[in-house]
């Protein structure tokens, strides 16, 4: 398992860090299909419960919402979030199965704000002034506070961190996780010069940190929920793209407003 992590780690590493340095079209294209991917992965979770999401609408709205990341509009976002509200509720009243219309709805609706509202803060996040480096951070601190809450979980982690949710997370891992991060986030500060000072890069490692490890619990209560162990196998050693997704999808809407207000 650990050699196939580290073989999936010499291709998605590279690519994240080409499709972010040469910016669009390439960086949208990718997040795009990551988004699309993702949701439909969280749709087939939720059918191991017997649900009937909407999947061609939940992948038409994830994709318009990463895509609405290039436009500046008073009423484009409005727009989408009424389009995820109102276009699922007609479809199970179309459908007239009442047994599950709610859970069906919410699913829907749940996926696309899931997968496509949040990575598209990514997208947001490439198009500030020094996007390019704010989103390296980003992603490779991310990557940082996964991989030491990993190792170190599995060398000296002995206390559950939520085993009700993920029995293989320790509080150990989650302590390496901040530090890794804090490291890692310091460091790329001064390689990308972003000149924030080592006070702010460490808090912002910190809060990176933190959101990281609360999106992988989320995502793992998600698959708990739905009673399946990966989201996918597309990813050797990480499962599928959902499960490589879960930390992003919180820290990219993190940094994207620290960057933005800081």
Do not use: C
């Not at 994830?62 to 727009?79: D, K, M, Q």
């Not at 989320?218 to 990813?235: F, H, M, N, P, Y």
């Amino acid at each position: 398992m650990l050699l196939y992590r580290f073989l999936s780690a010499l291709v998605i590493v590279p690519v994240s860090l080409a499709a972010i340095w040469f910016g669009d079209p390439w960086f949208s294209t990718v997040v795009a299909v990551a988004a699309l991917v993702g949701a439909f992965e969280f749709y087939q979770m939720v059918g191991h419960t017997g649900g009937r999401p909407f999947v061609i609408l939940g992948l038409v709205l994830t994709l318009a919402f990463v895509l609405n990341a290039h436009f500046v509009s008073p009423v484009a976002l409005p727009l989408l979030l009424t389009l995820t509200v109102i276009a699922p509720l007609i479809g199970v009243v179309l459908r007239q199965g009442p047994a599950r219309a709610f859970q069906d709805w919410a699913w829907t609706a749940g996926g696309v704000l899931y997968m496509g509202w949040l990575l598209s803060y990514l997208v947001l996040l490439r198009g500030l002034p020094q996007g390019r480096e704010w989103t390296i951070l980003a992603v490779f601190a991310t990557f940082a506070s996964d991989t030491a809450a990993y190792f170190v979980g599995r060398a000296w982690g002995r206390h559950k961190l939520a085993p009700a949710i993920s029995p293989g997370k320790t509080w150990e891992g989650a302590v390496g996780g901040l530090l890794g991060t804090v490291v890692a986030t310091v460091a790329l500060d001064l390689l990308l010069g972003l000149s924030q000072g080592y006070l702010r890069a460490i808090v912002l490692g910190l809060v990176i940190s933190v959101f990281a490890q609360l999106g992988d619990l989320a995502e793992s209560l998600l698959k708990r929920s739905t009673g399946v162990k990966d989201a996918g196998r597309l990813i050797p050693g990480h499962g599928g793209i959902l499960d490589r997704l879960d930390s992003i999808v919180f820290t990219g809407v993190v940094v994207y407003y620290y960057a933005l207000f800081m």
